[in-house]
């Protein structure tokens, strides 16, 4: 059965206040502000739909999600909700789009890895998810960082209860990266710096894969060998250039969109 969502108001105000005196806790804040902002900017976005989410450090059971109806470029750090995985809204104004909180919860539940969950029909990766076939071909260097990590996901309609963000859970197993099928992406990381590297990274991916069949021309896939080697030699680097890229965009935020931050 679904969860009824409930306000701040149901919460616990003393955790609320608690949460807003944690560092940490603002700092997850301002990444996932930063990342929600970026992907705006790089038209990753769609309306007020789609959805961030992290696990906050030292709080179990509790998220950060973007609230439902604002879009990604009117998000700020502090406008971010605060969720329980039960459904409460511990902290923050609204209340996160009914999908958002079905996937998002159940993954962080069933996947703890999963630190960092990131929800996006951004458009080269979506229109690889609607083709037959394998997603990705391997055949560009950038989507061999995503080699073995891959899982696709059959549609079943909106994801309204318990039990649909359950399946999108278990069909990604110890997937990092989902294609759901006739939908979109979702990109799951240890930390934000990691999702936001590697939605980058899968849209910029997608969108060469897709001009590279625009030509008509039978693209070249990189032999399985080489593809595993390469995917090793990135993935050893990957969490330093995360972290450089996340700083990348608060540096660029800071000049451009810098009341992300309030």
Same mark, same amino acid.
């Given at each position: ?10 919460? =616990?105000?003393?955790? &609320? /206040?608690?949460?807003?005196?944690? *560092?940490?806790?603002?700092? @997850?804040?301002? =990444? ?20 961030? !989410? ?8 509790l998220f950060l999600v973007n609230p439902l ?8 750090? !502090? ?15 609204? #209340? *996160? #789009? ?13 996947? *703890? ?24 071909? %391997?055949?560009? +260097? ?35 990266? /989902? ?7 979702? $990109? ?7 999702? %936001? ?10 969108? $060469? ?14 032999? @399985?060998?080489? &593809? @595993?080697?390469?995917?090793? +030699? ?27 931050? =309030?």
């Amino acid at each position: 059965m679904a969860h009824q969502l409930s306000s701040k108001a149901a919460g =616990d105000a003393g955790m &609320a /206040a608690a949460l807003r005196n944690d *560092p940490a806790v603002r700092q @997850a804040r301002i =990444d996932l502000a930063a990342c929600l902002r970026m992907a705006a900017r790089l038209g990753m976005a769609e309306g007020i739909c789609n959805h961030f !989410s992290a696990t906050l450090p030292g709080h179990p059971g509790l998220f950060l999600v973007n609230p439902l109806g604002l879009a990604f470029c009117e998000v700020t750090a !502090s406008r971010l909700l605060v969720c329980h995985v039960d459904g409460r809204v511990v902290d923050g104004d609204g #209340e *996160p #789009e009914a999908t958002a909180f079905f996937i998002h919860a159940r993954l962080h539940m069933r996947k *703890p890895a999963a630190v960092a969950a990131f929800h996006t029909h951004m458009p080269n990766a979506t229109a690889l998810a609607m083709v037959d076939g394998e997603p990705l071909v %391997w055949a560009g +260097q950038t989507a061999l960082k995503f080699y073995g990590r891959v899982a696709t996901v059959p549609f079943n309609g909106l994801a309204l209860d318990e039990l649909e963000g359950d399946r999108i859970a278990d069909a990604m197993g110890n997937a990092d990266i /989902a294609f759901l099928r006739n939908h979109g992406v979702m $990109v799951t990381a240890p930390n934000i710096a990691q999702a %936001w590297d590697d939605l980058y990274y899968l849209e910029r991916a997608a969108e $060469v894969q897709v001009r590279a069949h625009g030509t008509g021309r039978k693209l070249l896939p990189v032999p @399985a060998d080489v &593809a @595993a080697l390469c995917a090793r +030699q990135m993935r050893d680097g990957d969490p330093e250039s995360a972290r450089l890229h996340l700083a990348s965009i608060h540096r660029q935020l800071a000049r451009l969109e810098p009341d992300y931050l =309030d």
